[in-house]
């Protein structure tokens, strides 16, 4: 305690003191004891009262260590299995969580990471895909602004994510990656990347491309082979060395029939082969008989108009087109979407056509949309205009109802640009997107759907879209969340069926079984979004007698299931909404283990990233020697650190309490004998 609040304290005693005095004692020489104890309950009152003015604190000093954090990161996916036994690593996570000399130096935290790291107590080595970069870096983040030794029991391949020995780690962090697996490298010949279309059409002809990889010091010649359906349609002989150990193999195949094809490329095995999972290789191409044409109108350069371009073509079923308004009506009809890009006078003879082939449209407004024509020109919504530019950020309406937005989201996207104005809506429709202009919630809409019959009409009242597509890149490492949505905009915009209430979110193939998962957004009588329904799915094997029925689970906007545990193979499933609807489909879930292609363990590379984080590499058999090193290397000597507490002298409630009891007392006594 300061010696200035020391002073305070006495100088407070000595005021309460003479104050008393005075009101007791002085000129009043009357002693006796009730005088003194009716004192006593004012000083007490008054000292109190001026201990709370001055509320005095004392600064406690508090010691403790603050020790280095050691995180264990044990890669829980199939391929380690290849290199130890399960209860092998259980035992060495065991020995490193257990010893005493690095509880007493760290902070033990232990961790499992598939394609997402997740805090475990035991292994269960069941995934399909292995991402140590992400690993890595949200254990950065986790543990940022500390001392971190990371252990990391894996073999090094990876299958998902980016290259981990890039990762930016800070410097406060060290990897020791313990090895699991055989480092020896085996001659081996694989089928690396395979590219194809998603959709092909009917009569015409598709590519695949085959990269074929060659792993050894021989001469060798293999013949790769091509089958689509168990149909072979494509073989060749391909010859590799150590110098030449990789071929890329391109070939045009014709689509005869509709449907999904699954295409399986295959390379001869080489003699004594120590894996041949690797050997082959699926994927799957949709066969369809029509392609949706989308058109562009414009009659000004905005990247807006690439984006959307961009974006909608990344479905192979789609195709834009890029048109000046003063294009000619008969060209006009070999669309079945347009996209209207900040209209003005010279869109007449476009608005003109949908009007009368009853064609879908969606509208783009901006600062250069002429409002004045576009008011007159359509009867969905009347803005005003006080030519003054305003930036617009999107909530999302998370009841909108009308199709299924999915994972979509609008978090951190930049605002978009549009002018000043009341927006008044004529047509009955849904916003999906509402409007926050300089922090402010508003109840205008953003983002529409306009539904008159069976003519659709979708208005973004903003320009700048191709913000949202970057942003989208910035949040998720891709493209997919803005992509997705402009895929289901487009699915809606082009169906000229009824809307349904029961709708179903599934690709036709899925590329293994960790992937596979069926979404239903059910809706009810006045198309509200029903999250109480009961929602069940039948799903039946194609090639065999398996068939099971399991509830979809609520997640957010729309139902669930997880097929993951599914062999692959064809399947046809039924989703019933008890009670109510149902649907039908099928899916393909392709024969890939990614976990299967690589049998080595790849040294090399966490070598390389034990050096970038000034660690060391370890095997499992140096357990003892890994546990020896933690336990001597100074940069995780526990450090004392102190933290300076300033803490009240007196509890202001209890001051408040002694107070008031010490008034009280004094009043009652002096009521008891009549002094009042």
Known sequence: MEIKTVLLIILAAIVAFTVVFYQYFYKNS?????????????????????????????????????????VLLVDDTESILEGAEQSEIAEKVSRIVTDGKLNERFSVQQYAFGTKLQQVDSFSFESRNTDIETALATTDEIFANSTSAVVLFTDGNQTLGRDYVYTNLSDDLSVYPIIVGDTTAYEDISIGLVNSNTYA??????????TVLYNGTGNISKTLTIAVNGELVHRERLTFSANQNSKT?????????????????????????KNKFNNSKQTAVEVIDEKTNVAIVSDML????????KSIETNEQRSVSILKPTVASDRLEDFDLFILYQPNHKFKSVYDFIAKSKSNSFTICGKQT????????QQSFFKENFNQSEEILPLLNNAFSIFGLGDFDVNDFPPLENNLGSIEIKKDGEAILFQKIKGVELDAPLFSIFVEGKQKEAVLFGENIWKWRAQSYRNHQNFENFDDFISKLMVYLNSTNQRSRLELDFPLVFPNSSEARIRASYFDESYGFDSDADIAINVKSSENNFSRESPMLLKGSFFEVDLSDLEAGDYTFTVTVKGDLKRSGSFKILDFNPEKQMIAANYGKLQRLADETNGKVYFPDDIDLLISDLSELEQYTPIQKSKQNVVSLIDFKVLLGLIVLALSLEWF???YNGLI
């Open 370 to 377: 002429n409002w004045g024509f576009l008011n007159r020109i």
């Open 30 to 70: 009357k002693k006796g004891s009730l005088k003194i104890l009716l004192a006593s309950f004012r000083f007490i009152a008054l000292f109190s009262a001026l201990l709370l003015l001055i509320n005095p604190k004392f600064t406690k000093q508090d010691y403790f260590l603050e020790k280095a954090n050691l």
């Open 669 to 671: 006594i002096r009521k």
């Open 249 to 273: 193999v391109t070939e045009l195949i014709e689509a005869k029939s509709i449907g999904v094809k699954s295409i399986k490329v295959e390379i001869e095995s080489l003699d004594n082969e």
């Open 302 to 309: 905005h990247p807006d108009i690439g984006t959307l371009k």
């Open 201 to 210: 059409f009917l009569k015409n002809k598709f590519p695949v491309e085959a």
